[in-house]
Nanobody
């Protein structure tokens, strides 16, 4: 089992920044890939970014590339999502996920956090 707890969401003006955190506990070694997804009201959950715990390899959705950085702190078992130049269309609930396949598909991830809300005002 892997437990994931997100934090860091909030209300921010367009152009601002936020850093989301995802603290992982449990058998994290069994799920070597961590990812962030987001879901806006009335829309499907979409991939944002992923990272491999061991190598630090990353992947980003085109919609956030250049504005978002995913990173990890292995000692703290924590993954971060630094979001800059935020836009109103970034408004969504952001979810942390753990899996064993480096994928952009939510079905590939077995464990999910409860989500943290990000709201960007214009």
């Amino acid at each position: 089992q892997v437990q994931l707890v997100e934090s860091g969401g909030g209300l921010v003006q367009a152009g601002g920044s936020l850093r989301l955190s995802c603290a992982a506990s449990g058998r994290t070694s069994s799920r070597p890939v961590m990812a962030w997804f987001r879901q806006a009201p009335g829309k499907e959950r979409e991939f944002v970014a992923a990272i491999v715990w061991s190598s630090g390899s990353t992947n980003y959705a085109d919609s956030v590339k250049g504005r978002v950085t995913i990173s990890r702190d292995n000692a703290k078992n924590t993954v971060y999502l630094q979001m800059n130049s935020l836009k109103p269309e970034d408004t969504a609930a952001y979810y942390c996920a753990a899996g064993n396949v480096f994928s952009t598909t939510s079905l590939r991830y077995n464990y999910w956090g409860q989500g943290t809300q990000v709201t960007v005002t214009s």
